[in-house]
């Protein structure tokens, strides 16, 4: 079963019109949602975490519509989710806040629960810091909470919200081991705006921009370079130029678009 | 409890440490504390009162204190004897919070003739000392077990065995007065 | 330790069926050599052990719990609803201390009356308002951290919205109504807050189904001063804090539950206006 199918999906809030028709399908491994600042990947995400609805298309999510609130209680059930900017409560640990994720996920058995928060937290390797407070531990530290709260309960389709941003490229090298592993038999997407992210751990990838999908392929369609960028063809309305560590977007004709 | 180790092999931590790790807020160091030392905890206050259900609480109040107390211990001497002593304070406790006599002191099914194998054990702990200890009627031996070898105070031992601290006061110098002459 | 006890006078101790020397002697070794002390512990069986693991487990974990939360769980709370309503910030020790500080400042100006009753409606004003902003810290995105997380969880958004702000509006009415002793006048309108105050917290709960919690209470919040203001300024003030006030305080709480029951699907989804 195809975990993600969205077709045409369109969003806006006040006068901005963030998603202008989104159409894609993700299936089992790690599909990267690539694209500059702005162009609506967190809305997109946000979206396929039930956690906001759109204005208009259809969304199906797990073989299921989360419009309809029995639906989305049950994708809820089998769905992992990292925002871009996770939150954690004061003065909690490690421990402590996963603890807190694992009841909202209706993991009511204490001793069940605990043994499914310590699981996680080994998966993320930080089993030596478990009981310390979050506020003092590293952003890569952080993060690494943050992915093992939304492993909790083996969901079947994970979101991650620009995961690797703010990590050094050693934190970066061992979260892409981490979500390869997490990819195995489940549907991971996940959000970037670097290229390598991309490159190094996406069988396949959806570039966004300007609320819209503007590719939608495997990396390896990333052919020759020239000016030190490599050229992607896309669909006939815009070319997608990827050089390390940007990404920009063309629109046939002009040169300049959207970019990081 | 899964597979928790209960012995110390080569490399891994020793009581100590572990006890100090459960002072930082270890859980994994005091879980393992608990796989090693609760078992013979149980037996141990199995032997001075036997009704399971207050061996179980005592048990399960000694492990509580020893996660808050985990910071105070001074390092010095056996974990196993810092656990005890808290240990048979915590049965004292449920002791007295309970009517008698659901509660009694147990005796072994028969004083018989130590085998050679406890003969050795006797002679490599206490000597001549074990021989004479037998030869006590059960209420002295009673007395001198909790208040020599379980290392309580008076008060405590007359807690423990029902006793007001005269009593135990009275039987702990007849006990001493007949040692005394085995042992000349 | 070279010496151990062999296993047969082991096995009579841990049957109980040593002799009392041979069982002091085990013992007495016991509490030095943890080769001996692992050879004993199948003698107890499994379960008992685990079970009174989980009893100590339990306990260590409550004993690590914020204050709040040993309070509500000692008050009959479920463990993990306590957890929940643990970190509200509403429900944390300096916001009541800080709203029963008003209540009681407030009372005591009421006392210092200059014959025109205005010490006494600057109480009936605030004391309502008291809970409303308790309402606005119990949820939502500037009260939770993690309020992205709430929303992507199956555990029902509602639920989590009802039983925080009740249990805000129980503890700060409460804590007015601790503060209300304060008052000198006992009459009726020691207690006509007490209606508006469920009535305006239940309009910010309806309202926050379509904006965020901080809006709904500001909303809120303005309208009751505005009326208040009003029937001040011409002198009917009787009105809302009388009778018909009570009445119409009356309706608002009837209706703003019936709003809230036939919207609360809207709660599952982010409910801020923009992105």
Known sequence: ?260 | MGDVVTSPHAGEPVDADLLRATGAGDRTAFETLYARHAPWLVLRLTRRCNDPALVDEAVQDTFVAVWRGARRWDGRGEVAAWIWGIGIRRLIDQLRSRPRPTAELVEADAEREPSAEERVLLGVEYGDLAGALDRLSPELRAVVQATVLDGLTTREAGHLLGLPAGTVKTRMMRAKAQLREALA | MSWHIDSETLQRYATGTATSATAASAEAHLTGCAECRALLAPAVPAPRLDAIWAEVDRQVDLSSRPLAERLLTRAGVREDTARLLAVTPSLRGAWLTSILLAAVLAALAANVTDGTGRGMAIFLTLAPLLPVAGVALSYGPAADPAYELTLAAPYSVLRLVLLRSIAVVTCTVALTAIGALALADNGWQAVAWLLPALALSAATLALSVRTTPTWASAAVGTAWLCIVLVSRGSSQDELVFGPPGQVAALLLLAGAVLALLHFRSRFSYDTRRSS
């Open chain 1, 1 to 260: 079963m195809t975990a993600v199918r969205v077709q045409d999906v369109t969003k806006s809030f006040g006068r901005t019109r963030a998603l202008q028709g989104v159409t894609f399908s993700a299936g089992v491994g790690v599909t990267g949602l690539l694209g500059p600042n702005g162009a609506g990947k967190t809305t997109l995400l946000r979206m396929l975490a039930t956690v906001l609805a759109p204005d208009s298309g259809s969304l199906q999510l797990l073989g299921r519509n989360p419009q309809d609130a029995d639906d989305r209680l049950a994708i809820r059930r089998r769905l992992g989710y990292l925002p871009q900017e996770p939150g954690f409560h004061r003065g909690f640990s490690v421990f402590d806040f996963i603890d807190y994720v694992a009841i909202l996920k209706e993991l009511t058995d204490r001793q069940a629960r605990h043994q499914e928060v310590r699981r996680v937290i080994d998966a993320v390797g930080l089993s030596d810091v478990a009981g310390r407070r979050i506020r003092a531990l590293s952003g890569g530290m952080r993060r690494r909470v943050g992915v093992a709260q939304a492993i909790l309960g083996e969901p079947e389709l994970v979101i991650l919200d620009e995961p690797t941003a703010g990590l050094d490229p050693e934190q970066r090298l061992r979260f892409r081991d981490l979500v390869s592993r997490i990819g195995e038999g489940r549907t991971v997407l996940l959000s970037t705006h670097m290229t390598e992210d991309v490159a190094a751990l996406c069988p396949r990838v959806v570039v966004v921009d300007g609320g819209r999908t503007v590719f939608d392929g495997t990396p390896s369609a990333l052919t020759g370079t020239a000016d030190g960028r490599v050229w992607l063809a896309a669909d006939r309305s815009a070319l997608v130029a990827l050089s390390l560590g940007s990404v920009q977007v063309l629109r046939r004709g002009a040169s300049n678009g959207s970019s990081v």
